[in-house]
């Protein structure tokens, strides 16, 4: 698949993977997340503390070791013309997570998705943010549907 991404979405990216990998490699001393990490880590069990602090432990890691490999690859072809499929899928992947990140940290809703802030305020810089990675996936998803 070719790639037609500025030099300056590129360093973006690549910002924004450096933060990403920092979020998810921080815990609270508590052994807590970010709160904006949470659509990354969903609810199994909404009604079983229990068993929903067993699949947390269980499948955190194996979730944590794919997104850093993910990560690790779109760093690497990050300045890449041409990717192949497997490149693809980490470069989908890790977009969705830098959106979905973003997304939580903005508090944006399925409904809230086409609103665009007009307040001035820092948000709106990561808004477009957030509107650029949805539509960077869309690209991603369509080229490799193809």
């Known amino acids: 698949m070719e790639v037609k991404i500025g030099e300056e979405e590129r360093q973006l990216i690549g910002d924004l993977i450096d933060q990403l990998r920092e979020l998810l490699l921080a815990t609270s001393p508590e052994g807590k997340l970010d709160p904006s990490l949470r ?16 699949y947390q432990r269980s499948a955190r890691d194996q979730l944590l070791e794919r997104r850093l490999s993910h990560l690790d690859v779109v760093e690497a072809t990050l300045n890449d013309a041409e990717l192949d499929s497997d490149s693809v899928t980490a470069w989908i992947t890790t977009v969705n997570d830098l959106r979905l990140v973003l997304g939580t940290h903005l508090d944006v809703s399925e409904d809230d998705e086409s609103k665009i802030l007009d307040s001035g305020e ?9 509107h650029y ?7 991603f998803v369509e080229a490799a549907g193809r």
Do not use: F, K
Not at 39 to 54: F, G, I, K, W
């Open 39 to 54: 659509r990354l880590y969903p609810t199994a069990y909404v009604d079983d503390v229990r068993h929903e602090q067993e």
């Open 122 to 130: 820092p948000q709106e810089q990561q808004q477009a943010i957030y």
């Open 133 to 139: 990675l949805s539509h960077l996936l869309g690209e």
